[in-house]
């Protein structure tokens, strides 16, 4: 009899994942308060009030960024700048750094340190350090960097906890790095068909490109609302995009939810760039990844709480039966497909030429 065979593209990586939990998923001991699941694993410290939590992200040529597009200096600033959104997105304060870096040859020393001043900037924005790493021979260029993050054990905040009720928001804007993402890649295209003498004019989308290039983990918000008093109940950053995370918050919240597409905040240059592409902005909002924006499920009543301008209602929670729903902008409401960034289905980075979320 042969060896069974699954593909990785028939389970996904969600699908991968829940495979792989449920061999090593029951190794834990009393002080791991959160395993494999959310956007940081959290345990307790011996002082029982103090809990650390620790994440990991990869960063692949080819597979997330292309180096063509890609100024190396800002490649070590997403590199920590991811890290540190799913460190925020448990409510904690980013700590230390280390870094494994696989390095082609035709990469130079001068690019690696133009690399690490990327870092060192993410570090000093962010208040971390880098504490380490590994260096090795690649065929491409490799990274993975892990954050340890520290934040008190009744402030952690998880992707369950929304109740039916609560409201769903959203911080900052959606589907701008996507839309960047579109730019660089039409830019792409252009200077291979008309060669290196090709300069192109990039000025009316320097925003979106930014948010491509140099995202940013929002950890001035959480800031924010630790001095405004504000407790959102359930809580996950944006990196697969917006459908893929309200469906995360709502399985593990047992809930449902409906999102109005109308209330998604969106940039004006954001809507130019599906206006020039001739797209409907609102699937860059919905479906489009790497915003490293926060959503989370806030109880009604913090809601003069928290500073209007930081902030968008873009929908509510509702009971597990009424599932996860869309009002379009014309009014119907229909179900809300969890679509969104996922390794291994077909027209992922690996086989074709969009760059991945992490
Ligand atoms: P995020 O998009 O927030 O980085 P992921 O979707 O990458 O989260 O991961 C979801 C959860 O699965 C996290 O708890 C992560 O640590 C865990 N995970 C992902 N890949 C693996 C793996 N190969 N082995 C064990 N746990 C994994
Ligand atoms: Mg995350």
Redesign the pocket.
């Given at each position: 009899m042969s060896e069974p065979f699954t593909p990785l593209s028939e389970v996904g990586?969600?699908g991968?994942?829940d495979r792989?939990?449920a061999i090593?998923g029951d190794l834990s001991d009393s002080d791991l308060i959160?395993?494999?699941?959310?956007?940081?694993?959290v345990y307790r410290l011996p002082d029982r009030e103090t809990v650390h939590v620790i994440?990991?992200?990869a960063l692949l040529e080819g597979v997330h960024f292309d180096r063509l597009m890609t100024p190396m200096e800002h490649l070590g600033y997403k590199a920590i700048a991811?890290?540190v959104?799913?460190v925020v997105?448990m409510n904690a304060e980013p700590r230390y750094a280390t870094i494994s870096v696989g390095i082609p040859a035709k990469i130079s020393v001068e690019m690696i340190e133009a690399f690490y001043q990327g870092i060192r900037r993410a570090c000093t924005k962010y208040g971390l350090v880098l504490v380490g790493g590994d260096t090795t021979a690649a065929h491409t260029l490799c990274l993975s960097v892990t954050v340890v993050g520290e934040t008190h054990m009744d402030e952690v905040i998880f992707r369950r906890g929304a109740r039916p009720g609560d409201l769903l928001c959203v911080s900052g804007d959606l589907g701008a790095a996507y839309a960047g993402l579109k730019i660089l890649l039409e830019q792409r295209r252009a200077l291979t068909e008309k060669g290196a003498n090709y300069r192109p004019d990039l000025e009316p989308f320097r925003y979106v490109i930014q948010r491509q290039l140099l995202p940013e983990a929002r950890l001035d918000v959480i800031r924010d609302w630790r001095v405004r008093g504000i407790r959102p109940r359930a809580l996950?950053?944006v990196?697969?995009g917006l459908a893929s995370e309200v469906h995360?918050l709502c399985r593990h919240s047992s809930c449902g939810a409906i999102v109005y597409a109308s209330a998604i905040p969106v940039a004006l240059e954001t809507r130019e760039v599906a206006e020039h592409f001739a797209e409907d902005v609102d699937t860059y909002a919905l479906f489009g990844g790497e915003d490293y924006e926060l959503l989370f499920a806030l109880p009604p009543e913090q809601l003069e709480l928290l500073d209007p301008t930081s902030f968008s209602v873009i929908g509510a929670f509702l009971p597990a039966d009424q599932g996860v729903q869309v009002q379009t902008p014309e009014g119907a409401i229909i179900p809300l497909e969890p679509a969104g960034y996922q390794h291994f289905r077909s027209g992922d980075g690996t086989e074709g030429e969009t760059p991945a979320?992490?």
């Open positions: 990586e969600f991968l994942i792989l939990q090593v959160m395993g494999i699941g959310d956007d940081a694993a994440t990991t992200d991811v890290n959104s799913d997105a996950i950053d990196s697969d995360h979320a992490s």
